[in-house]
């Protein structure tokens, strides 16, 4: 019996470009997809899965990874990430 795989939900980490910053004007040509990949991933060098959580249950998202990309920027901006 196979392991059955979750579905990729916004894309594959090799996808993204590191070289692009979060929230830079390059980085907002990129397809929404990534966005969400990259702020994610962002987001968990910024702090623990816990802060992340206790902030988008704040706002009352569950689950976490639900936010908009808005509020992950938004999010990234309290936690001092972006300008």
Same mark, same amino acid.
């Given at each position: 019996m196979t392991r *059955? &795989? $979750? !579905?990729v939900r916004w894309g594959r980490v090799p996808e993204i470009d590191k +070289? &692009? /910053?979060v929230g830079t004007t390059a980085w907002t $040509? *990129? !397809?929404d997809r990534l966005k969400h990949l990259s702020v994610w +991933?962002?987001?968990h060098k910024l702090g623990?899965?816990?802060q992340i959580r206790s902030r988008a /249950? +704040? $706002?009352g998202v569950k689950p976490t990874s639900d936010l908009r990309l808005t509020q992950k920027l938004g999010v990234a901006r309290v936690m %001092? %990430?972006?300008k």
């Open positions: *059955q &795989l $979750k !579905p +070289r &692009l /910053r $040509k *990129q !397809p +991933r962002y987001l623990t899965h816990n /249950r +704040r $706002k %001092g %990430g972006l």
